[in-house]
């Protein structure tokens, strides 16, 4: 729930006029003077990361969160701004995975894995028919989804981690 509403109230805060007022949040923020020009998300130069919204790390009895997901990432297609899918894939000798997982898929786990149907995005979080392309994100390359729709493949739990992500976003015209 947490995660889903973060999600849905940053993108409605941002994107969807009327819905949030200018409000005066520094008494309801216990860091309220942290909040500085390097702080605050502004629209104009926003990018949303949609991290990990894969099939095999979906819940299956979860729809609201893929259903908010999509309503977020509609709400910066719309607003033509940078949408990034940071993705997780495991080649299946599990030499590119953390150590908590990789003697499963050594033993045969099929989990995140190229060409499977569990690799691939939510349906709804991108444009109908769009798939990983492999190559390009194995090889730490950026595959373009649409001009304004991006994949990223980390290769550790944190995005940021041996990936281009910060250099990409500074180059999409974003506060990063």
Do not use: C, W
């Amino acid at each position: 729930m947490g995660r889903k509403f973060l999600l849905a109230v940053l993108a409605a805060a941002l994107f969807a006029p009327g819905v949030f007022a200018q409000a005066d949040l520094s008494a309801t923020v216990p860091y309220r003077n942290m909040i500085t020009d390097f702080t605050v998300v502004k629209k104009e130069t926003a990018a949303l990361l949609v991290i990990d919204a894969q099939n095999d790390l979906a819940s299956p009895n979860n729809a609201a969160v893929s259903a908010s997901i999509a309503q977020a990432v509609g709400m910066f297609r719309k607003a033509g701004r940078p949408i990034i899918h940071v993705v997780r894939l495991y080649d299946a000798a599990g030499s590119n995975a953390d150590l908590f997982i990789r003697t499963q898929l050594q033993n045969g786990l099929k989990f995140l894995q190229p060409g499977m149907p569990g690799s691939e995005f939510i349906p709804g979080t991108v444009p109908p028919g769009t798939k990983l392309n492999f190559d390009i994100l194995m090889r730490g390359g950026v595959q373009t989804i649409s001009d304004i729709e991006f994949a990223i493949y980390k290769p550790r739990l944190n995005p940021f981690t041996r990936t281009n992500l910060d250099q990409f976003l500074k180059s999409q015209n974003t506060n990063a």
